[in-house]
């Protein structure tokens, strides 16, 4: 990615989205390259210009952000993706990350904090609301993923905490000295072992295991 993040802003309500866009145009590294009112056209718009982050509206007219979001997801893997929505429904959240988010944000959020999530998503991490976040682990807790720490492996460890900082497979090879293909296989028994269906649910958990005073 270059020093610019070039952003595509998705929302059905324009004043909403002008005012998105007016927030995030005053960093200077911030670029809003196109707009969308609907679901289709942000994947065509992605398709067509392959933006660095898209910010998705959940509710939109058409297929919807979750749709796009996954539609997007397939058709240009190396595009972060966000949701920024009204929504606090955990199905909404779960079905975004499940789909290839790597963000959700509510839209009560300051201009700032806007600002600072977006480049912290573009950038490679993983976020979620706090509140949601903390929902969200409440409902992981019934099969105890903090706890299924304790069957991955010290490598597999290693490997979720790289991942949790942003790597992609590719660098997280190169920290470790492995191909591409065997951290493929490792991170296939790590969200099978941590019972999600995510790199980034499993980023999530990960984060919050880091903050729980757990020393391995």
């Known amino acids: 990615m270059s020093d610019t ?17 007016h927030s995030l145009s005053v960093e200077p590294d911030f670029e809003i390259i196109a707009q969308a009112e609907s679901g289709e056209k942000a994947v065509e718009l992605a398709n067509e210009l392959h933006p660095d982050i898209v910010l998705l509206d959940v509710s939109m007219t058409g297929i919807g952000g979750i749709e796009a979001a ?21 199905e909404n959240l779960m079905a975004a990350l499940k789909v290839g988010a790597h963000g959700y ?11 600072t ?3 912290r998503v573009a950038c490679g991490e993983a976020y ?8 969200m682990l409440t409902e992981f807790s019934q099969p105890h993923p903090l706890d299924s720490f304790s069957e991955l492996t010290p490598r ?11 790597l992609t497979n590719r660098q997280i090879g190169e920290r470790m000295f492995l191909a591409e293909k065997t951290v493929k296989h490792y991170m296939t028994s790590i969200l099978q072992k941590l019972h999600v269906r995510s790199r980034t649910e499993a980023a999530v958990i990960a984060m919050q295991h880091s903050t729980s005073g757990h020393n391995q």
Do not use: C, W, Y
Not at 5 to 21: T, W, Y
Not at 128 to 135: C, G, H
Not at 160 to 166: E, M, Y
């Open 5 to 21: 993040i070039r952003i595509l802003l998705a929302d059905d309500h324009p004043l909403f989205r002008d005012g998105v866009a």
């Open 70 to 90: 996954r539609k997007i997801a397939l058709n240009i893997p190396g595009v972060r993706i966000m949701m920024l929505t009204v929504s606090e429904n955990r």
């Open 105 to 115: 944000v509510l839209k009560g959020v300051s201009a700032s904090e806007l600002r």
């Open 117 to 119: 999530i977006t480049r």
């Open 128 to 135: 979620v609301t706090p509140a949601l976040a903390a929902d």
């Open 156 to 166: 597999e460890v290693d490997i979720l905490q790289l991942l949790s900082q942003g």
